[in-house]
């Protein structure tokens, strides 16, 4: 395992693997929401206006800064910081020499 990653799959909190699929499409589900919907809207206030594809690239513009802020918000929650690692290779050990 590298230093300050944990792997997709070397989750130790107790989850079943059912839990942990819907984690993941509740927020792929958002992301995509997230970049979707604002360029939706910006196209059907566009049509009620008539005023050509102001709103359509302003909500494409605002859903993609959207996505991204979402997108480097679960990159962080993916990473943890060298004292959790540390501490999850001790345990590791403590639950070996006991075993």
């Known amino acids: 395992m590298m230093e300050g990653f944990r792997l997709v799959g070397d989750s130790t909190d107790g989850r079943s693997?059912?839990?942990?699929?819907?984690?993941?499409?509740?927020?792929?589900?958002?992301?995509?929401?997230?970049?979707?919907?604002?360029?939706?809207?910006?196209?059907?206030?566009?049509?009620?206006l008539s005023t050509g594809p102001v709103f359509l690239i302003l909500g494409a513009v605002f859903g993609l800064a959207s996505g991204l802020w979402q997108l480097v918000k679960l990159s962080?929650?993916?990473t943890?910081?060298?004292?959790?690692?540390?501490?999850?290779?001790?345990r590791l050990k403590n639950e070996e020499k006991h075993s």
Request: charged fraction near 30%; proline fraction near 2%.
């Open 76 to 78: 962080e929650k993916g």
């Open 17 to 48: 693997s059912m839990a942990k699929a819907v984690e993941w499409s509740s927020r792929i589900t958002t992301i995509s929401l997230g970049m979707g919907l604002p360029g939706l809207f910006g196209y059907w206030l566009d049509e009620q």
């Open 80 to 90: 943890v910081d060298k004292e959790t690692v540390e501490q999850d290779r001790n």
